[in-house]
């Protein structure tokens, strides 16, 4: 008994302490454009994945789901087998797709502040800048001018 409610704690610690995503078919249904609708929670370290259909927070049975479409052209050639593979295959490539989404936004933010801070009170400036003409639109650079703010220009030289 002891070792079953150990075990038991065990499991409800490492449902909590769950980091990464995980998905669950909910709902299985036809639509009219000849598809075949699979609702699926998605969950990121435990929490819900949101999905929105016209509005309104897209719910069944309580638990938030998002469509997974599988065409009737993708599913005739199969064997039940190969089916389960397929919806395996690609729910878990959502799963990737969360994993990835949270990542780039975690390391993103980081990278994005830890890089840009450093930068404070850096100043920037620039006196000219170049402008190229094309005239006869051939992709062949006719003309450059160094151009500056007080309507000024340098026409360069060109070959
Ligand atoms: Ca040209």
Do not use: H
């Amino acid at each position: 008994m002891k070792i079953a409610s150990l075990i038991l704690g065990f499991c409800l610690i490492a449902t909590f302490a769950f980091a990464g995503t995980s998905a669950e078919i909910i709902s299985v249904e036809q639509d009219t454009r000849k598809s075949i609708v699979i609702w699926v929670q998605y969950k990121v370290d435990g929490i819900e994945v949101e999905y929105y259909e016209n509005g309104s927070l897209k719910k069944i049975d309580g638990k938030c789901v998002a469509p997974f479409y599988m065409q009737y052209s993708n599913a005739v050639d199969k064997t039940p087998v190969e089916l389960e593979e397929w919806v395996k295959v690609n729910i878990e490539f959502q799963c990737d797709n969360l994993i990835k989404a949270k990542f780039y936004d975690i390391t993103n933010a980081e990278l994005i502040a830890s890089t840009i801070s450093k930068k404070i009170g850096q100043q920037y400036s620039k006196e000219e800048a170049e402008v190229v003409f094309d005239i006869d639109n051939d992709g062949i650079v006719d003309k450059k001018w160094t151009v500056k703010t007080d309507g000024t220009y340098v026409e360069a030289v060109t070959p």
